[in-house]
């Protein structure tokens, strides 16, 4: 997962979450308001009317009763008797239905008699509204406001951890590539930790280029200083392998002094491919993959003939690939030699067609531990007695990685292997009559 995605989804979730938070605890802080003022305000007022409506009576036995925009007052046996449906409630408080809202009826009594104090519903609302909606709408806005401050605050200060991943993404240990991280490129207003981690990143990524350097020199001189023994030791093999007079053992013996000494040349030859092309770059030409599988059943006779193995080449077309020759002549030549070393008897089988190249055999095959690490650098089957230094495969693994070859291996014990090569950007020309045949 791209960590800058990840980190903002999780400052987006963080935002909404609180933005919700706030809306809840402002509808539930209006309708709190609005019991509040029912109950605190207009009971109160209520309350305090009616006792000032009680003496004033006292004093006054004609003074009138409330009448306002507000607050009516009915008083029984009076010239302003309640409504017939209020004499139906008890002593305190009450809920009218009203056209606004609810009016509160407040019923005490005075001298007597029963005193009905009532409160219009649109005011009950407007005091809600001015007391409760505005002061918590202004709040919330506060905190709306607050939030969104956060919010860019937080953002200015991971901007410097997002631009340091987007730069380590970037990363190529490669010595002649520019250096990682820039110092003129750090976002301003960096904090002290970022701008550590930036120099200690820089300390890193020179200590790995000088790694990946060694590890290129080393390839180089090793490929090179081995060439000569290699080759006097190849000369030294023909030469007895022309002599006449050499018992059957001295002449398998030589055999294997020579197969190997091709397999070690196969090897250093693919070593210090994979250490040219990191160091200078991809060498491209246009192949026909069906010549170069040509060529390497060709190079592979001898030990074909040597097992008594059938090879059938199916072209199902002539496959046009943009591609290092070399680097496919060793993708090809290994998975070949490890089908002739791991198959005893019968036929191997190469196709070609549009997919790629695919190489099954009648060998005796690998359970699925074997499967797993078959292109595990050094791994050998335990009890195997077949050639070979476990290398070749991881080859044509980092093969397949270097040029985005991606390969696929199934098998069964005693029944074979099948590998397929995906070489995508292929052209699949008609294939030609003998090729055909």
Known sequence: MNPEWGIRQRLIRAFVLQVLLIGMTAVIGV????????????????????SYFQNLIQSNPAAGLPDTRNLTGYLEDSDRPPPHNYTGYELGFHDLPSNYDFSTLYISEVAGKRLYLVFDGESVGKLALYFGLIPLTLVLVALYLAALVAWRMTSRAISPLLWLTREVDKFDPDPKASNLLNADEIPTGSDREVLALTEALNNLNERIRAFVEREHQFTRDASHELRSPLTVIKIA???????????????????????????????????????????????????????????E??????????????????????????????????????????????????????TIDRGGVTIEDSGIGMNEEQLENAFTKYYRASGSVQPGHGVGLSIVKR?????????????????GTRVQVLLPGGVCEPATASESS
């Open 31 to 50: 309708y709190a308001a609005s019991l509040m003022i029912k109950d605190l305000l207009i009971t109160r007022a209520l309350e305090d009317e009616a």
């Open 237 to 295: 093999a023909d030469m007895l392998l022309s002599e006449q007079d050499l018992s059957d053992q001295a002449l398998n013996s030589v055999q294997r002094i020579r197969r190997n000494a091709d397999d070690m040349e196969d090897l250093m030859e693919a070593l210090l491919l994979l250490a040219r092309e990191a160091e200078l770059g991809v060498s491209l030409d246009q192949v026909y993959v069906n010549d170069i599988v040509e060529e």
């Open 297 to 350: 059943v060709d190079r592979n006779r001898s030990a074909i003939r040597t097992k008594g193995l059938k090879v059938n080449i199916r072209h199902k077309c002539r496959l046009l690939l943009e591609a290092s020759a070399k680097a496919m002549s060793m993708m090809i030549g290994n998975l070949l030699r490890n089908a002739i070393n791991y198959t005893d008897k019968g036929s191997i089988d190469i």
């Open 399 to 415: 093969l397949s990685d270097r040029f985005d070859w991606p390969v696929e291996m199934s098998s069964q014990p005693e029944e």
